[in-house]
Antibody, heavy 120, light 114 residues
Framework: QVQLQESGPGLVKPSQTLSLTCTVSGGSISSGSYYWSWIRQPAGKGLEWIGRIYTSGSTNYNPSLKSRVTISVDTSKNQFSLKLSSVTAADTAVYYC????????????WGQGTLVTVSS | DIVMTQSPDSLAVSLGERATINCKSS????????????LAWYQQKPGQPPKLLIYWASTRESGVPDRFSGSGSGTDFTLTISSLQAEDVAVYYC??????????FGQGTKLEIK
């Protein structure tokens, strides 16, 4: 059974960089059949796709966030990571890591989510 | 960008009754070369991540009860729960993956018991 788990600081100061890591267990992140993604959800609101990475390191980002986002992968640790720079209060949200197939690009496995609050 | 719009925003249905949630995309998510609709449905309960229910607009994910069904094509889609159970109380989202890598979600429909 594949499991994903987010980790990282729950509080980030405005203008700083938000950094989160997703650890994948029960399956290899190098399998080549999946995209590994970050999705966020402000409290009481809907879901926003942030970006994704393939095992090759190829990335795609939401154009609305592209200038501030970096997603990377560490196959040796079976992890992938998110960095979001120059954060503001609008970036306060629950951040999820999730897996999607390369054919059916729907998200079949999700982490439990981690709340990141941007505040001084 | 493809905008997904769900209706209604909230819905109250009696136990055992049918619940119907609609999703409309701003452009077709039907890929003509394979005749597949690039549309998924998710269920999200409080404090939990979304759970994939349906993909290709009508294919149930493994383990999803058969009271959940998806239908529609092109720009108009429906998620139907044939006989509402107490555990179905949740927010439901549609998602298009036609414009991958950029996917988009509907705003969500909150389903409650009447």
């Amino acid at each position: 059974q594949v499991q994903l788990q987010e980790s990282g600081p729950g509080l980030v100061k405005p203008s700083q960089t938000l950094s989160l890591t997703c650890t994948v267990s029960g399956g290899s992140i190098s399998s080549g059949s999946y995209y590994w993604s970050w999705i966020r959800q402000p409290a009481g609101k809907g879901l926003e796709w942030i970006g994704r990475i393939y095992t090759s390191g190829s990335t795609n980002y939401n154009p609305s966030l592209k200038s501030r986002v970096t997603i990377s992968v560490d196959t040796s640790k079976n992890q992938f990571s998110l960095k979001l720079s120059s954060v503001t209060a609008a970036d306060t949200a629950v951040y999820y890591c999730a897996r999607a197939g390369i054919v059916v690009v729907a998200y079949d496995y999700w982490g439990q989510g981690t709340l990141v609050t941007v505040s001084s | 960008d493809i905008v997904m719009t769900q209706s209604p925003d909230s819905l109250a249905v009696s136990l055992g009754e049918r619940a119907t949630i609609n999703c409309k995309s701003s452009q077709s998510v039907l890929y003509s070369s394979n005749n597949k609709n690039y549309l998924a449905w998710y269920q999200q309960k409080p404090g939990q991540p979304p759970k994939l229910l349906i993909y290709w607009a009508s294919t149930r994910e493994s383990g999803v009860p058969d009271r959940f069904s998806g239908s529609g094509s092109g720009t108009d889609f429906t998620l139907t729960i044939s006989s509402l159970q107490a555990e179905d109380v949740a927010v439901y989202y549609c998602q298009q993956y036609y414009s991958t890598p950029l996917c988009s979600f509907g705003q969500g429909t909150k389903l409650e018991i009447k």
